[in-house]
Nanobody, 127 residues
Framework: QLQLVESGGGLVQPGGSLRLSCAASAFTWGYYAVGWFRQAPGKEREGVSCIDSSGRSTNYADSVKGRFAISRDSLKNTVYLQMNNLKPEDAALYYC????????????????????WGQGTQVTVSS
């Protein structure tokens, strides 16, 4: 059973940066596509970014393109989400999710594409 643990959330001022981490328990982490999703109070969960199992293919929501960057470190079994120039509308509970995948797929349109989820880490953007 793959377990995911997010960290790195916190309170940041508008324009600030945070780096979220998603650490996995399985040594076969390199066979999983990983997505970052977020959910603000009263809103649906939305996809933010994803990275395929090889790390060569990524995808971003239009709202975060040019500000967020996803990467993975297979030696550390960790996927990162670097978030720069944060805006108040980025505030949410951020989840990482994973699904076994050996091709170049990753997606952010449908959370049900992923079957492993972390507990989430809170990001608050406020002055």
């Amino acid at each position: 059973q793959l377990q995911l643990v997010e960290s790195g959330g916190g309170l940041v001022q508008p324009g600030g940066s945070l780096r979220l981490s998603c650490a996995a328990s399985a040594f076969t982490w390199g066979y999983y596509a990983v997505g970052w999703f977020r959910q603000a109070p009263g809103k649906e969960r939305e996809g933010v970014s994803c990275i395929d199992s090889s790390g060569r293919s990524t995808n971003y929501a239009d709202s975060v393109k040019g500000r967020f960057a996803i990467s993975r470190d297979s030696l550390k079994n960790t996927v990162y989400l670097q978030m720069n120039n944060l805006k108040p509308e980025d505030a949410a509970l951020y989840y990482c999710a994973a699904v076994s995948s050996i091709n170049t797929w990753c997606g952010i349109k449908d959370p049900t594409d992923y079957n492993y989820w972390g507990q989430g880490t809170q990001v608050t953007v406020s002055s």
